[in-house]
């Protein structure tokens, strides 16, 4: 079988044996299709698509490339989360403490920064020591002693995941629900997991742009977990907007860490975070019912046990505590930057693409394979939409590095931001609820 013949047959629209892809994925873990080779075959398969037998062929694919962890003589469910990628999602960095905190195993394995969205593993890389590599040995004695641990993939954990989702990144070719299907779900089946709540994001900062995308993208994850028999729950939510008040890496971990020590949040991330949460508390059986859930989470908060395992599972990773209490300390950039509004009215619409875009390039994520991420910068979000603006207010903040960069940031960022006359709705957070009954719309119980 050649790599040639099966670019070309994908580049066709032609339907891939499991055979065929076996051969591409397997021989780029191997070194024997090189980068340029996969990089088309990615190509391919982003403007042609595989069906859902050639996706499915394509998880099983991914997750036999590693090893797997088993919990299985562990009587309590194992339950994870996992978002399709956003800007300014740090969502999971709350919930695994969170949710194992109320007694739910939670074994995460997360990845790097994608396209313009952030990536949990870049963001916990800021707390210094935090260790994102660890082998499967260490994942579960951590999983079982302490109950909760988030790593990356490795040469050994999902290493087909490790290496595609790296090239993906800086080829363009992020945006296909096959390929985030089979990135997504071989990371999940990895872990040993009883059950997966997806975060599926919709908006102008999401790889699906529309809800009938996002729909279907979510319809996609579900159907592939319960042919691995997972319990599976995706709340479509809306990334019209960075999500909370911090984009950028070590930003976003010190609101994560506020928001497990005071209990309180942006709104968005607030509810957000809570509603996935729940269904994590639901889908394990600890709760019977979302307000249950909601309740049994709150306390967890605010009563510290949230923090503390949060604080647990950093120093279980090697990570400094002390550092991260004061983490805009650590990782303080030299300029910080405003952004003025052009003129009086309330926020409209915010391209939260182009801000993740122009995060990559103040250093926040990567252009290409080899680039370095620059913990400190990112941008402060102080208008959201719906917020009333004056003219010469501050929209946000850019925190640099380099002063030429962020000021090249500043001009093009005013774009990002429409200001209108008419007063704005407060934009809806989660839209949908979709499990394998199909798809209903939101309503806060
Ligand atoms: N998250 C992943 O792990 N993979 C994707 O492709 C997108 C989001």
New binding site residues.
């Given amino acids: 079988m050649n790599p040639y013949n099966i670019i070309r047959k994908k580049r066709d629209g032609k339907k891939l044996s499991a055979d065929e892809l076996a051969c591409i994925v397997e021989g780029y873990i191997s070194g024997s299709v090189p980068d340029y080779q996969m990089s088309a075959f990615l190509m391919a398969v982003l403007f042609r698509g595989l069906d859902f037998e050639e996706t499915a062929e394509l998880t099983r694919i991914y997750l036999a490339s590693g090893e797997q962890a088993d919990f299985s003589d562990i009587p309590a469910q194992k339950i994870d989360k996992?978002?399709?990628?956003g800007v300014g999602d740090k969502v999971s960095l709350i919930l695994a403490p969170l949710v194992a905190s109320c007694g739910v195993y939670v074994p995460m394995i997360s990845?790097r920064g994608?396209g313009h969205t952030g990536g949990t593993l870049d963001k916990l890389e800021s707390i210094p020591g935090y260790r994102t590599n660890l082998t499967l040995t260490e994942f579960t004695k951590q999983v079982r002693e302490i109950g909760v641990a988030i790593t990356g993939q490795t040469e050994t954990l999902v290493p087909a995941?490790k290496k595609i989702?790296a090239l993906?990144d800086v080829t363009a070719t992020?945006e296909s629900k096959p390929?985030?299907c089979a990135?997504?779900m071989s990371?999940k089946l990895a872990e040993g997991i009883d059950g997966l709540v997806l975060d599926v994001k919709v908006g102008s900062g999401a790889?699906t742009k529309t809800v009938e995308d996002a729909l279907k993208l979510a319809e996609l994850l579900v159907q592939v977990g319960k042919q691995h028999n997972k319990k599976m729950v995706a709340l479509l939510t809306n990334m019209n907007q960075p999500l909370g008040r911090f984009v950028g890496n070590a930003l976003e971990t010190a609101e994560a860490r506020d928001f497990l020590e005071t209990g309180r949040a942006a709104q968005d991330l607030y509810d957000v975070t809570l509603a996935l949460s729940s269904w994590a508390l639901i889908l394990s059986g600890i709760a019977k019912s979302y307000p249950e859930a909601k309740k049994i989470l709150k306390q967890k908060l605010a009563n510290g046990t949230a923090y503390r395992k949060f604080i647990e599972m950093v120093k279980a990773q090697g990570g400094d505590a002390k550092k991260l209490e004061k983490l805009e300390e650590v990782h303080q950039a030299r300029y910080i930057i405003e952004v003025n509004s052009p003129r009086s009215g309330f926020v409209k619409y915010i391209d939260t693409e182009l801000i993740g875009m122009l995060g990559v390039e103040l250093g926040a994520g990567r252009k290409r394979l080899e680039d370095k991420i620059d913990p400190a910068v990112g941008f402060q979000i102080l208008k959201k939409i719906g917020d009333y603006t004056k003219t010469g207010e501050p929209l946000l903040l850019i925190y640099a590095n380099d002063k030429a960069k962020g000021e090249e940031i500043r001009d093009k960022i005013r774009c990002a931001y429409t200001i209108s006359n008419t007063r704005q709705k407060a934009p809806d957070t989660i839209f949908y609820i979709v499990n394998e009954k199909g798809r209903t719309r939101w309503e806060e119980e």
Avoid: N
């Avoid at 996992?82 to 990628?85: F, I, K, V, Y």
């Fill in positions: 996992h978002s399709t990628g990845g994608l995941d989702y993906r992020v390929l985030i990135s997504i990371k790889f």
